[in-house]
């Protein structure tokens, strides 16, 4: 769904637990709470991005950090 428009460029709406849960289920996957949240976290920045925030950079280093964290949290379960 697309909530406005910026310069051109559409903007989506947050990712839903609707859709995550619907993802889950076409995929079979068996989710986490912590892989909700870093979905949604990723929709965030997603959509800032998308948004026009001034700083991209800032907000890829936002992403990569998400990244390893989550990486580190699985090597850790392990």
């Known amino acids: 769904m697309i909530v406005g428009v910026n310069g ?3 903007i989506p709406a947050p990712i839903s637990f609707f859709e ?3 993802f889950r289920r076409t995929t079979l996957s068996d989710l986490s709470a912590a892989d909700v949240a870093l979905i949604r976290r990723l929709d965030q920045q997603f ?3 998308a948004s026009g925030v ?5 907000q890829k ?16 379960k392990r």
């Open 20 to 22: 995550i849960e619907a």
């Open 47 to 49: 959509i800032r991005i």
């Open 61 to 76: 280093a936002s992403l990569v950090q998400m990244l390893r964290e989550r990486a580190a949290a699985d090597r850790a």
């Open 8 to 10: 051109g460029v559409p």
């Open 54 to 58: 001034p700083d991209p950079s800032e």
